[in-house]
């Protein structure tokens, strides 16, 4: 079973940017998909960006794209989320996810592993 923990979170000014990794634990990260999400204040929990297990499709939300980038590298077990030009609506908790399936990849229902979370805030 693969374990899940994400780091990179912290405080960024507005048009900032950062980088988000979840380290993969196991010998199985290959056979998940990944995905990022993320929960703000009294939110639900939303869909950023997903890779299937072979990275050879990404999906992005209208919300991030163009600003943000989903990269996995099975060799090293990690996933990574390039966010660019943040803005202060991009303040939130962001998950990493583990899925089995490879389809609907933008429903949390869909995954069935999590990390903790890493808490991103963007100041304005």
């Known amino acids: 079973q693969v374990q899940l923990v994400e780091s990179g979170g912290g405080l960024v000014q507005a048009g900032g940017s950062l980088r988000l990794s979840c380290a993969a634990s196991?010998?199985?990260?290959?056979?998940?998909?990944m995905g990022w999400f993320r929960q703000a204040p009294g939110k639900e929990r939303e869909f950023v960006s997903a890779?299937?297990?072979?990275?050879?499709?990404?999906l992005v939300s209208d919300s991030v794209k163009g600003r943000f980038t989903i990269s996995r590298d099975n060799a090293k077990n990690t996933v990574h989320l390039q966010m660019n030009s943040l803005k202060p609506e991009d303040t939130a908790v962001y998950y990493c996810a583990a899925s089995y399936g490879s389809s609907y990849l933008h429903s949390p229902g869909r995954y069935d592993l999590w990390g903790q979370g890493t808490r991103v805030t963007v100041s304005s």
């Open positions: 196991g010998r199985t990260f290959s056979n998940y998909a």
């Open positions: 890779s299937s297990r072979s990275a050879g499709t990404t």
